[in-house]
């Protein structure tokens, strides 16, 4: 599975129990690089989406176990060292700010290499980094 996350400076993801920021144009990003592929996700991260009719958005709440290979996960409040093995790539959205957060990626991106970075505009957002990573093989 291929997994898209949203990060601040500090890989913070979430905090008191709601997402640190948000950009209509990210999750405009986000189903152009699906391009009508299965798109999984959870009931909480579903509202993000609730104006765009999408036949690939799937929504469940054991999305992690569902998905199959080559399919994307867009993960905002799971955990996900226990899907590592399972994780094809990720794609992570830097916001470039540092947020308060309690809740943090539980991967280590030292354990990936990054294969592309790429500047976006968003709409409230000056700047949104786009960085895709893929499993080290030492």
Same mark, same amino acid.
């Given at each position: 599975?291929?997994?898209?996350? /949203? $990060?601040? *400076?500090? /890989?913070?993801?979430?905090?008191?129990?709601?997402?640190?920021?948000? +950009?209509?144009?990210?999750?405009?990003?986000?189903?152009?690089? /699906?391009?009508?592929? #299965? $798109? %999984?996700?959870?009931?909480?991260?579903?509202?993000? @989406?609730?104006?765009?009719? !999408?036949?690939?958005?799937?929504? &469940?709440?054991?999305?992690?176990? #569902?998905?199959? +290979?080559? *399919?994307?996960? @867009?993960?905002?409040?799971?955990?996900?060292? !226990?899907? *590592?093995?399972?994780? *094809?790539?990720?794609?992570? @959205? %830097? %916001?470039?700010?540092?947020?308060?957060?309690?809740?943090? $990626?539980? $991967?280590?991106?030292? &354990?990936?290499?990054?294969?592309?970075?790429?500047?976006? #505009?968003? @709409?409230?957002?000056?700047?949104?980094?786009?960085?895709?990573?893929?499993?080290?093989? +030492?």
């Amino acid at each position: 599975m291929k997994v898209i996350l /949203c $990060l601040d *400076e500090n /890989c913070g993801m979430m905090f008191n129990q709601r997402r640190q920021s948000r +950009d209509r144009r990210l999750t405009e990003r986000i189903l152009q690089i /699906c391009a009508g592929r #299965k $798109l %999984w996700m959870n009931s909480y991260s579903r509202k993000l @989406f609730t104006d765009v009719k !999408a036949e690939n958005i799937f929504t &469940d709440e054991k999305f992690l176990q #569902k998905a199959s +290979d080559g *399919e994307y996960c @867009f993960v905002e409040s799971e955990r996900l060292q !226990a899907y *590592e093995d399972k994780i *094809e790539r990720l794609i992570v @959205f %830097w %916001w470039n700010k540092r947020y308060p957060a309690d809740f943090h $990626l539980d $991967l280590s991106l030292h &354990d990936w290499e990054k294969i592309s970075s790429e500047d976006l #505009k968003g @709409f409230s957002h000056d700047k949104i980094t786009e960085e895709i990573y893929r499993k080290r093989h +030492d």
